[in-house]
């Protein structure tokens, strides 16, 4: 496994600001995804983080609204953009270190749009 | 395209009691399955997995999911609850070659003492 930290923990923003989320990982992983989870709800993905590469987004999602970072093998930044109250959820983090499929998640990032 | 489906919204089992969380899949191949553990306020925690091979798996915290490949399904069950055991549970299928875990919809656990 590892340790995945991510920052902010939790804020609380204004409608049509901007939040960047950011994941860091305590070894090199081989992919990064970006996860949602809506107040009562299961986890939706969002996109796969390519390591110098641009994000390969899910049905729903556009990179103009989430636009990722992934500058290395450790961590990767997730921005949510022009917030809506919306978009208040949890945002989580995960990483994968082989191609079986297991991937382990950071603690989240509580987002509340006002 | 691939599904999961948690009959069970919530469940309410007294300490001690036995438990059975209940996950359903639909996927076209050898799926690989996962279960996870959110506590209130926390990031979700892996409590085992199959992949192949013997299909009664056993994970940490004294958990266990069988897969019947017959009924896909990848039931979690514990012996003996403790308090502790109060989260939620996800039941999630990934497909073999590929990146993306399909979740379901969670099953709420309350642990009456």
């Known amino acids: 496994s590892a340790v995945i930290s991510q920052k902010p923990s939790r804020d609380i923003c204004q409608r049509g600001t901007s939040l960047t989320i950011q994941c860091q990982v305590d070894?090199?992983?081989?992919?990064m995804f970006w996860y949602r989870q809506q107040p009562g709800q299961s986890l939706t993905l969002i996109a796969t983080?390519?390591?110098?590469?641009?994000?390969?987004?899910e049905s729903g999602f556009v990179i103009d609204k989430f636009p990722i970072s992934r500058p290395n093998l450790t961590f990767s930044t997730l921005t949510v953009s022009n917030l809506s109250p919306e978009d208040s959820s949890i945002y989580l983090c995960s990483v994968r270190f082989s191609a079986q499929g297991e991937q382990y998640f950071g603690p989240g990032t509580r987002l509340t749009v006002t | 395209a691939q599904s999961v489906t948690q009959p069970d919204i919530h469940i309410t089992v007294s300490e001690g009691a036995s438990l059975e969380l209940r996950c359903n899949y639909s996927?076209?191949?050898?799926?690989?399955l996962f279960w996870y553990v959110q506590s209130p306020g926390q990031g979700l925690q892996l409590l085992l997995k199959?992949?192949?091979?013997?299909?009664l798996v056993q994970g940490i915290k004294g958990f266990e999911a069988e897969f019947k490949r017959s009924q896909s399904s990848f039931n979690l069950r514990k012996p003996s609850v403790h308090w502790s055991d109060a989260a939620e549970y996800f039941c999630a299928v990934g497909a073999a070659a590929g990146n993306k875990l399909t979740f379901g919809g969670g099953t709420r656990v309350l642990v009456k003492p």
């Open positions: 983080a390519n390591q110098g590469s641009e994000a390969t987004y």
């Open positions: 996927y076209g191949a050898t799926p690989y």
């Open positions: 199959y992949f192949s091979g013997d299909t």
């Open positions: 070894s090199q992983v081989t992919m």
